[in-house]
Nanobody, 125 residues
Framework: QVQVVDSGGGLVQAGGSLRLSCAAS????????MGWFRQAPGKEREFVSA????????YYADSVKGRFTISRDNAKNTVYLQMSSLKPEDTAVYYC??????????????????WGQGTQVTVSS
């Protein structure tokens, strides 16, 4: 069983920055593809970013490309999401997720088996 714990959310003004962290248990963390999703009130959970097991490949939703950066430290079993130039529309609960299979559909909720509890990000205008 894999446990995923995400953290780092908070309240920030538009234009500001936050860094989210995701700690995952398990000896095989370095083999997992990891992703970040977000869900705003009344909306479906949507893909934000993903990173391959080695960190060599990264993927971003168009809405965050150029502003967010995903990275991982396999020695620490941790994935990060550095968020810059934040906008009010980035306000949501952010979820980290682990995909043990490394599938090509990294942008779909169904590809991920393990999820964090979510961390709230609020961007004020």
């Amino acid at each position: 069983q894999v446990q995923v714990v995400d953290s780092g959310g908070g309240l920030v003004q538009a234009g500001g920055s936050l860094r989210l962290s995701c700690a995952a248990s398990g000896r095989t963390f370095s083999r997992y593809q990891m992703g970040w999703f977000r869900q705003a009130p009344g909306k479906e959970r949507e893909f934000v970013s993903a990173i391959s097991w080695s960190g060599a490949s990264t993927y971003y939703a168009d809405s965050v490309k150029g502003r967010f950066t995903i990275s991982r430290d396999n020695a620490k079993n941790t994935v990060y999401l550095q968020m810059s130039s934040l906008k009010p529309e980035d306000t949501a609960v952010y979820y980290c997720a682990a995909d043990p299979w490394g599938g090509t559909k990294y942008y779909t909720v169904a590809s991920y088996d393990y999820w964090g509890q979510g961390t709230q990000v609020t961007v004020s205008s």
